[in-house]
């Protein structure tokens, strides 16, 4: 009688347990699931209020041949400083653009190589820069934001550059982190896919 009380006890123990399991998993996922309730535009605003972030991307780079493929650390801080930093290929690896109040220098670690140059043209006007795509929407006649699935896209259309004629940045609707910046040309073929593997916006 004792054993087959203690083998009742101990499967009444174990249904107990899974059933405190199971209530958690579930307000836990409905938790989850419901995210954040901000609107697309308030997460709209949210982006074109970013002034300064930092980042580690993937960048493809495509033409009518081929397709090339990099890896930069980057950081933006208002429109004084900004800074690339290649960490692949090798063959760029080291390479550093740095700009700092109207000032552009350019260097490489590994050579020890340095160059100034004076009143260089704003760097962060580059495609690579989240900050570029943030101007280019504000100021854009043609844009748009939509909702697919978890993913909030931002675009705009450029008729100034045929090579960088439309851009659309995606969204993670929960924690408003952009993870893909990706810029077209005027046929509508992708020329560069940027993949933000790390950022830190306002920094």
């Known amino acids: 009688m004792g054993k087959w009380f203690k083998i009742l006890a101990f499967i009444i123990i174990v249904i107990i347990t899974l059933l405190i399991c199971n209530f958690f998993i579930k307000t836990n996922y409905k938790t989850k699931e419901s995210g954040n309730n ?3 535009q308030e997460i709209e605003q949210y982006i074109l209020n ?51 109040n109207g000032v552009i220098t350019l260097q490489n670690t590994k050579y ?40 909030i896209q931002m675009s705009y259309i450029s008729k100034v550059n045929k090579y960088n004629n439309k851009q659309i940045l995606y969204i993670n609707k929960a924690s408003f982190e ?11 073929a992708l020329k560069v896919d940027i993949i933000y593997n790390e950022i830190e916006l306002n920094i």
């Open 112 to 151: 020890n190589l340095s160059q100034i140059y004076e009143n260089y043209p704003y760097i962060s006007t580059n495609s690579l820069f989240l900050t570029s795509f943030i101007e280019g929407y504000r100021n854009a006649d043609e844009k748009e934001i939509t909702q697919e699935d978890e993913k």
């Open 38 to 40: 901000k609107s697309i």
């Open 50 to 100: 970013v002034t300064s972030y930092k980042a580690k991307i993937k960048v493809t780079v495509s033409s009518n041949k081929n397709a090339n493929f990099y890896e930069f650390e980057q950081e933006v801080r208002g429109q004084s400083y900004s800074r690339q930093l290649a960490l692949s290929p090798d063959s760029l690896s080291g390479m550093e653009i740095i700009y700092e």
């Open 178 to 188: 952009p993870q893909n910046l990706q810029v077209y040309d005027i046929n509508n």
